[in-house]
T-cell receptor
């Protein structure tokens, strides 16, 4: 099974600051996927990104960017110019490509953006 | 995108009663659905994998007789918490994979069901 470590349990930033959420994963699979989900206070999980292990290009989507470093098994997530609406719990989750599609989530990082 | 619904969104019940939670894929078929549980300020923990037409696969430590799962069709899985107790109070979330080839890795989550057992 995969394992993920999100070392930052809670982060607080002031609005408009940039913030990076760390994610380190462990897997024995050669093919896998990496996901980030956002869970706002309402509880519903919001899909942010899915990255194939063969694609090491960094990705930017608006204020969001992701840095995938396969050599260090990290898939960090940066929010630029944070906003209050970004306040949520963020989960990084690896998914094996050749087994069941169930997630084993890490502890998540709770982000609070202070106005 | 694909939509997964859950019903009810929240439920309060008395200790000892059973509660059924439905998970539906609204615009796609799903041979596999997953049930997760999340206690306050904790992560989501996988409870079981629901397979259409066959028995569910439970994670270690999850009582299959207490959390009954039925996946009777390609769009519906139900989780029944039998003889619920206050410690079963939690946020239950389901997810589903579209049956379409190439989309197997994409999971869509339901909005969750908050269960409070008094």
């Amino acid at each position: 099974a995969q394992k993920v470590t999100q070392a930052q349990t809670e982060i607080s930033v002031v609005e408009k600051e940039d913030v990076t959420l760390d994610c380190v994963y462990e897997t024995r699979d050669t093919t896998y996927y990496l996901f980030w989900y956002k869970q706002p206070p309402s509880g519903e999980l919001v899909f942010l990104i899915r990255r194939n292990s063969f694609d090491e290009q960094n990705e930017i989507s608006g204020r969001y960017s992701w840095n995938f470093q396969k050599s260090t098994s990290s898939f960090n997530f940066t929010i630029t110019a944070s906003q209050v609406v970004d306040s949520a719990v963020y989960f990084c989750a690896p998914l094996a490509g050749n087994t069941g599609n169930q997630f084993y989530f890490g502890t998540g990082t709770s982000l609070t953006v202070i106005p | 995108g694909a939509v997964v619904s859950q019903h009810p969104s929240r439920v309060i019940c008395k200790s000892g009663t059973s509660v059924k939670i439905e998970c539906r894929s609204l615009d796609f078929q799903a041979t596999t659905m997953f049930w997760y549980r999340q206690f306050p300020k904790q992560s989501l923990m996988l409870m079981a994998t629901s397979n259409e037409g066959s028995k569910a696969t439970y994670e270690q430590g999850v009582e299959k007789d207490k959390f009954l799962i039925n996946h009777a069709s390609l769009t519906l899985s139900t989780l029944t918490v039998t003889s619920a107790h206050p410690e079963d109070s939690s946020f239950y979330i389901c997810s589903a994979n579209p049956q379409v080839a190439g989309a197997q890795e994409t999971q869509y989550f339901g909005p969750g069901t908050r269960l409070l057992v008094l």
